[in-house]
RNA sequence: GGCGGCGUGGCCGAGUGGUUAGGCAGGGGCCUGCAAAGCCCCGUACUCCGGUUCGAAUCCGGACGCCGCCUCCA
């Protein structure tokens, strides 16, 4: 079984599931109303490597992940635009998804919108105003968090202590500054909907409880997001549950922040990069390279240079699925199931260290730093003729790169005629030995984008 | 002010009481017509100061520095 940190408890923990042989996950999603960046690549990776993982190893996944679709920001620039909320809402989530595919990251196995689940959301907060843990203001429904004794266990702090660094803004309305927003009451041209407390729309801290508990029931296994979520957000969602009495995640877990410069990468810094952007400058699959080789709780820094890095990593990497004809086994909608089949003799060690790195926390760096191990052995093999070994390390090196979710490619498709004449004439040229005109040939074939190889059977291309 | 985390060789980045992390970059060699790819060899690192220990980068204490959260944020 794996071990994951656990932010509740503060430490690593066995994932102690409430179903044998089934794991439900919920992953706080993305606000949309901009651009998805690097750090919503990041997350979506780390918990994409998670889930492909678990699956991997037999487990039932079940994998949740909202969209906020209603929101101070997108009514703002909604507004700003002069246009629809669920316009706004629509477009920037279709930008999202197409940003998913390009990482390879695969479909949540529900993704539930915020706009469909504001009956629940009623229902929650009607419960939450009966239990007196809610309060009514001039502007719309409160939390008390006075009302959970516990209130801080994700923050790793008491109540006061919180209260005493609390940098919100006070109304005289609300009976302490973390209280927070469960409704608020509705404003002209804004969205709203009717509710016995008064038409209004729902905060942000309320959706993903009634989305988490509707679809994978009380008590479900795993909450992740990015730390920045986990105060206030997912400490006032656990705070509402609790104030409830309903089981809500029994365990937490956060990944850490990308950094620029060694600062956090944030819309509201303006120091970020959309993953389209990234996408439209290198392979996706090296920066899913990048956060596989770091520890998902830490910072992680990208810039021109650990990004650079990555690529050439990645092509050590490509260059070897060429050399052993290896097909990629991860795509965004392929996850890879544990074949024992896959694992010769040869892989066995291999395999257990990948899986004992992985099921340590989620250790990517460390199970990354030994298949990369596992390339060099078989190089090494297929370098003194041991074709078979070599060959079925090599598949196994495949395989668990596609159980993390990173496809290897030999990079040589898309050969056009001309290509296929060229490299024809300089295996004639080099048979002849008319070496001036073997690299005449291939300066041709550099020019129009390709890297030339000369293997055993002859000239080899593949994409520049 | 409170809470949490981090400080590893040129860079990224694991790990850990005594044995090579790994990748990238760099140097040397092998292979190659020359390359590319690959293989071999090379760096001998762990912020600083104390302490524990036969032995600490790894444990304890302190100092310094950096970062995150305490407001929207992945």
């Not at 909202?66 to 246009?83: L, Q, Y």
């Not at 699925?321 to 066995?348: K, M, N, Q, Y």
């Not at 004449?421 to 073997?438: K, P, T």
Request: proline residues 5%.
């Amino acid at each position: 079984m794996i071990r994951l940190f656990d932010s509740a408890r503060g430490e690593v923990c066995d994932l102690r599931l409430r179903d044998p042989g089934r794991v439900s996950i919920y992953v706080c999603g993305p606000t949309v109303y901009g651009p998805p960046h690097l750090g919503h690549g990041r997350f979506t990776l780390v918990w994409d490597v998670l889930r492909r993982w678990l699956t991997f190893q037999g487990l039932s996944v079940e994998f949740v992940s909202n969209i906020t679709d209603v929101d101070d920001k997108i009514i703002a620039r909604a507004a700003a635009e002069g246009r629809a909320e669920s316009e706004v809402a629509a477009e920037c989530e279709a930008e999202w998804w197409a940003a998913m595919a390009l990482l390879g990251v695969a479909r949540p196995d529900e993704v539930p919108h915020a706009t469909d689940y504001v009956a629940g959301m009623v229902e929650l907060i009607e419960a939450l105003l009966e239990r007196g843990a809610a309060y009514r203001t001039s502007d719309g429904v409160y939390f008390e968090v006075t009302s959970v004794r516990d209130y801080g266990l994700l923050a790793g702090q008491p109540l006061e202590s919180l209260r005493a660094g609390a940098r919100v803004g006070v109304s005289d309305e609300k009976r302490t500054p973390l209280d927070f927003a469960l409704w608020k009451a509705a404003k002209p041209g804004e969205p709203s909907w009717p509710a016995p407390f008064g038409e209004g729309r729902p905060g942000w801290h309320t959706e993903c409880v009634v989305m988490a508990l509707d679809l994978l029931g009380e008590g479900f296994d795993l909450h992740t997001g990015g730390l920045d979520l986990k105060f206030p957000h997912h400490e006032n969602e656990r705070a509402q549950a609790a104030a409830l009495g309903r089981p809500f995640a029994r365990h937490w877990d956060h990944n850490g922040m990308v950094t620029v410069g060694g600062e956090k990468m944030s819309k509201s810094l303006g120091n970020f990069t959309s993953l389209t952007d990234l996408a439209a400058r290198t392979d996706p699959r090296a920066y899913r390279l990048l956060v596989l080789r770091s520890h998902y709780r830490s910072p992680l820094e990208v810039n021109p240079s650990t990004v650079a890095d990555a690529e050439r990593a990645l092509a050590r990497l490509d260059a070897f699925a060429r050399r052993f004809d290896l097909d990629p086994l991860a795509g965004a909608d392929r996850l890879v199931l544990h074949d024992r089949h896959d694992f010769a003799e040869e892989a066995d060690d291999l395999y257990e260290r990948v899986a004992a790195a992985l099921n340590d926390d989620l250790d990517t760096p460390l199970a990354v730093a030994d298949l990369f191990e596992a390339v060099t052995a078989a190089n090494q093999m297929e370098d003194e003729g041991r074709h078979g070994p070599a060959r079925r390390l090599a598949h196994a090196v495949n395989t668990l790169f596609g159980a993390m979710g990173l496809g290897l490619r030999a990079g040589t498709d898309g050969v056009d005629d001309v290509t296929r004449r060229l490299v024809a004439e300089r295996d004639a040229a080099r048979a002849q030995r008319r070496f001036g005109d073997a690299d005449r040939i291939r300066d041709q074939l550099v020019e129009r984008g390709w890297v030339v190889e000369d293997g055993p059977a002859g000239t080899v291309v593949r994409r520049a």
